[in-house]
């Protein structure tokens, strides 16, 4: 996921939440890169409740401007890479105690079933939450307090989403 900004355009509020990110670049990229965008405005700006599970170790590159929190990163490749303000992080625990980000995030394997699919057509079963994940009733409300967001009735399933609260991390809200 890529947000940039150019011609002195700036985006005012970003919301990312409840997706299941695979990542397998063709080249060395991070899965979210949002360091050159230009915020502005007082709508919230949230990257949460999200997982992404790479095949690649450089997860984020950010900055300040977007705040962080319940999300899982898991990657396959080595040390992690957490790219904040300029400064990378190999370690989970150092980057959250540095950067004050991700307080109820994980460096964990979420426990996908087939988190590397990639046929042609709708996934049916692919980058479900197996029993036992850690992703289980550990996300947030993020709309909480937050005007114009709405958690939504349905997970990408089609499951309902538990009435208040017990969300799951990621895009599957089924368990």
Avoid at 62 to 84: C, E, H, M, V
Wanted: charged share 10%.
């Amino acid at each position: 996921m890529f947000l940039h900004t150019w011609d002195n355009g700036s985006l005012d509020g970003v919301q990312i939440y409840n997706n299941t990110f695979y990542w397998n670049p063709a080249a060395s990229a991070a899965a979210l890169v949002s360091a050159d965008a230009q915020f502005s405005g007082n709508a919230p700006r949230f990257f949460m409740n999200n997982i992404i599970y790479a095949s690649e170790p450089s997860l984020i590159q950010t900055t300040s401007a977007l705040r962080f929190d319940a999300n899982i990163y898991w990657t396959i490749a080595g040390l992690p890479k957490f790219q904040f303000d300029g400064t990378t992080y190999t370690n989970f625990g150092a980057y959250q105690t540095s950067t004050k980000q991700d307080t109820h995030s994980y460096y964990t394997d979420p426990m996908l079933n087939s988190p590397d699919y990639h046929a042609a057509g709708r996934p049916t079963t692919a980058f479900r939450l197996l029993p036992g994940s850690s992703a289980i009733a550990k996300g947030l409300d993020v709309c909480s307090g937050v005007s114009a967001c709405s958690m939504g009735a349905r997970d990408s399933w089609g499951h309902p989403l538990p009435a208040g609260g017990a969300y799951n991390i990621g895009a599957d809200q089924g368990r």
